[in-house]
């Protein structure tokens, strides 16, 4: 069995760097962008800047869907995949910490805002803090567990 079990699947979200947040077109076509997270209560937590695509997406249409995976030799390959809905995070005390844990998450990763061009700098200066809400369907795989026959 290739499965993970819930609890082992939150483990493997919370311990991976980048996921891939798909959302919906107006027209229905699927959009699937790399982004930085944190799990927050068994939701994914990230935030995006307020001019993005992805937040009229969103508001036009929260059904969404997370992968996260990794492994390069079919032996490692490893996956959790979500579908849900993404919700806009507007209460202060959420978006500070989720803002808190990605800060200490991707603090090795970022460079420092002040050192980009005025442009960049003004795109990300307002952030939208968007919440991943998953259904009660998770897709796991581990196949490491069927080359060593782990049994669950």
Known sequence: MIRLTTEEAWDVVAGS????????????????????????????????????????????????????????????????????????????????RINDALSAKYAAFRPRLDTLPAATQSYYAKQIFLRFVPDSRILTWDNSRLATGQKR
């Open 17 to 96: 760097h980048t996921g891939i947040l798909t959302t919906l077109r107006r027209d229905g076509m699927p959009i699937a962008l790399p982004v930085w997270f944190v799990v927050d209560d068994h939701t994914i937590a990230l935030m995006t800047p307020a001019g993005t695509k992805k937040i009229a997406r969103v508001r036009h249409d929260p059904r969404a869907s997370f992968l996260v995976e990794s492994g390069e030799r079919w032996a490692e390959l490893r996956g959790v995949h979500f579908t849900g809905r993404v919700d806009i995070v507007d209460d202060a005390a959420a978006t500070a």
